[in-house]
């Protein structure tokens, strides 16, 4: 029971991932191409930008929890309940830091704990790939079909660290609008960076695509 509990739950926060993707790059659109807009409500649209991206940050640890709970109950991994455990608190403690990461992001502490949070991104990026390739060599106990979702995991992973990365231009662009107004190369560098970060966005869903075919049929790759 508490495993097909889990797969149901690993099913409705991919649901629940995707429809926060669509719904952010939705409105980051809009407030991109808003230059008509007065700034204190265009600020305000991408300020609601941000609150909505949580949903995402919180998919993505739900994902990783479910995902490595449902391992360890399958067996694909040796550590049983304990290991399914050790994992949820883990997820917990994740989740955790990213709501305080998000909360405090205006001070200082928020770019100590933003920081933490990345850091956290790529050991298990690297743990995912490492991991994946012992499976794929013969040295983890992993099929190959998991082997090669730990690695797309991996890549959705990247391509989210990626479009942060993308935004921080954003930010400093952003930051002259006060200043100057809503000028044309202001706008065409808004514009610009929205397609950048959309790019990314693209190819994430590519490997959540991916991912969504390995585990429903599960190929011998």
Not at 35 to 61: E, F, G, K, P
Not at 66 to 72: D, H, K
Not at 194 to 211: C, D, G, H, N, R
Request: with cysteine.
């Amino acid at each position: 029971m508490l495993i097909h509990g889990l797969l149901v739950a690993h099913i409705v926060v991919l649901g629940y991932w995707l429809g926060s993707e669509l719904v952010i790059n939705s409105t980051y659109r809009h407030v991109s191409w808003a230059s008509s807009l007065a700034l204190a409500d265009r600020n305000r649209l991408m300020d609601h930008v941000m609150h909505v991206d949580q949903h995402v940050r919180y998919a993505l640890v739900l994902q990783f929890a479910l995902g490595f709970s449902l391992v360890f109950l399958l067996g694909y991994l040796p550590g049983g309940k304990q290991g399914a455990v050790i994992t949820a608190f883990l997820g917990v403690c994740w989740l955790v830091l990213v709501e305080l990461t998000h909360a405090l992001r205006k001070r200082p502490v928020g770019t100590s704990l933003a920081a933490l949070d990345r850091g956290i991104r790529y050991l298990l990026m690297a743990g995912l790939v490492v991991l994946a390739v012992a499976a794929l060599s013969g040295q983890a106990g992993l099929p190959s079909w998991l082997a090669w979702k730990l690695v797309c995991f991996a890549a959705v992973m990247a391509c989210g660290v990626g479009i942060r990365l993308v935004l921080v231009r954003l930010f400093v662009v952003w930051k002259e609008l006060p200043a100057t107004g809503s000028a044309p190369a202001i706008e065409e560098a808004i514009r610009s960076i929205y397609w950048k970060a959309t790019s990314v966005l693209y190819l994430l869903w590519v490997f959540i695509a991916a991912i969504v075919w390995l585990s429903v049929f599960k190929p011998s790759l």
